[in-house]
């Protein structure tokens, strides 16, 4: 099983992206999904989260601005993005709990790079 991110990008203060996650393999279901994000010299961290009981959490910076939701039919995780700030540049990572055999997995993305200038 895998996952791939996409849809970052450069963008300037003010605007938006869309970053979208897609689970690929042999999945029987997903139970978490969520997106962290990385910048130079500090510590990966939660953006947002959809929990196996459909709980969702917000990094309280991103609240407001950012809006997480999943497709379960096509085994996909989206993070839309407003109003970017300079300090929401990092690399962004897909994180999921992939049920599949013979055992469920903890699985990454590579990560796709937002950078917003000012």
């Known amino acids: 099983v895998q996952l791939e991110e996409s849809g970052g990008g450069l963008v300037q203060a003010g605007g938006s992206l869309t970053l979208s996650c897609a689970a690929s393999?042999?999945?029987?279901?997903?139970?978490?999904m969520g997106w962290y994000r990385q910048a130079p010299g500090k510590q990966r961290e939660l953006v947002a989260e959809?929990?196996?009981?459909?709980?969702?959490n917000y990094e309280d910076s991103v609240k407001g601005r950012f809006t997480i939701s999943r497709d379960n039919s096509k085994n996909m995780l989206y993070l839309q993005m407003n109003n970017l700030k300079p300090e929401d540049t990092a690399v962004y990572y897909c994180n999921a709990e992939i049920v599949t055999v013979p055992r469920p997995v903890d699985t990454w993305g590579h990560g796709t790079q937002v950078t917003v200038s000012s």
């Open positions: 959809i929990t196996s009981y459909g709980t969702i």
């Open positions: 393999g042999s999945i029987y279901s997903i139970r978490y």
